[in-house]
């Protein structure tokens, strides 16, 4: 009998075959959870929560990670690092 066994999970082709039956132990099915957003997403979500609470509370002190002119930069040359400015450096009336 001729057959294409395409996924190579058939058994012997003889049906009165009587060899050896090894059963292979299985370990649990490992599941990955998925999420809506993706890692960067979250990131700035974090970010963008933080810099809302700091702002209710007075403790905006620092440049948004959302104000994009900021962190403007050349192609192949990596993007300026996100850090809160000193307290020294805060001036109120910019985030009106």
Not at 3 to 18: A, E, F, H, R, W
Not at 46 to 60: A, M, P, Q, S, W
Request: proline residues 11%; neutral net charge.
């Amino acid at each position: 009998m001729s057959k294409i066994d395409t996924q190579g999970m058939s058994g012997p082709v003889d049906p009165n075959y009587k060899g050896p039956v090894r059963i292979q132990p299985h370990k649990p099915w490992v599941i990955t959870p998925r999420r809506c957003h993706t890692p960067e997403m979250v990131k700035e979500l974090k970010i963008l929560i933080n810099e809302v609470l700091d702002e209710r509370e007075g403790k905006f002190t620092y440049t948004s990670y959302f104000d994009v002119d900021k962190f403007k930069h050349y192609v192949g040359t990596e993007e300026p690092e996100y850090k809160p400015i000193p307290k020294e450096n805060y001036n109120p009336s910019y985030y009106q």
